[in-house]
């Protein structure tokens, strides 16, 4: 049982070291959180990508602000 817990563990901080390289390297998704975010500290940022999704935003503040800019326009008026 140790065993096959070390090895979850194992792949688990596997994941987290290629995804974090890969995302330096630019073949990964970008991170669009905000700068206060866990996700941009120091070592917590190793993990981001292993971390389940609705724990980590995956659009920027311009994405989000360009969304809602499309949102609105195609809103009814209510005038």
Excluded: N, Q
């Excluded at 065993?3 to 669009?32: F, H, M, N, P």
């Excluded at 206060?36 to 994405?63: N, T, Y």
Aim: proline share 6%; charged share 25%; with cysteine.
């Amino acid at each position: 049982m140790k065993r096959i817990i070390l090895g979850v563990v194992g792949l688990y901080l596997l994941a987290a070291v290629v995804t974090t390289l890969l995302e330096r390297s630019g073949r990964w998704k970008r991170c669009g959180c905000e700068p206060e975010c866990w996700c941009k500290m120091p070592g917590l940022s190793l993990f981001r990508w292993v971390i389940p999704k609705r724990a980590h935003h995956l659009m920027s503040p311009a994405d989000k602000e360009l969304l809602a800019d499309m949102a609105a326009a195609r809103a009814p008026e209510t005038d």
